[in-house]
Nanobody, 120 residues
Framework: VQLVESGGGMVQPGGSLRLSCAASGFTFSDYAMSWVRRAPGKGPEWVSGISASGGSTYYSDSVKGRFTISRDNAKNTLNVQMNSLKPEDTALYYC??????????????WGQGTQVTVSS
């Protein structure tokens, strides 16, 4: 199993970024996926999740209305479009595979993370 994130970078407040996660080594369409972030000096924070089919999406209150999660099961790719970014969104963002049969809460594989920095 391999999860490789990309798309991070530095952006000004109010800006946008799109993160992607390329999945391999398993049947991507069988598993729900999530984005989880870790800000400096803080514990991991679940950000958003999506069901295996893509038909259900979930967001934390901190990003609801600003972030949009999506997946392309034909391309084995997970994405998150992040708009109206705030300095408090600065973190290392990970994609994570939910354990089989659930949509979120427990994860068995993680990517290496991609850094998002929101600063003027």
């Amino acid at each position: 199993v391999q999860l490789v994130e990309s798309g991070g970078g530095m952006v000004q407040p109010g800006g946008s970024l799109r993160l992607s996660c390329a999945a391999s080594g398993f049947t991507f369409s069988d598993y729900a996926m999530s984005w989880v972030r870790r800000a400096p000096g803080k514990g991991p924070e679940w950000v958003s999740g999506i069901s295996a089919s893509g038909g259900s999406t979930y967001y934390s209150d901190s990003v609801k209305g600003r972030f949009t999660i999506s997946r392309d099961n034909a391309k084995n790719t997970l994405n998150v479009q992040m708009n109206s970014l705030k300095p408090e969104d600065t973190a290392l963002y990970y994609c994570a595979r939910a354990i089989l049969g659930i949509n979120m809460g427990e994860y068995d594989y993680w990517g290496q993370g991609t850094q998002v920095t929101v600063s003027s």
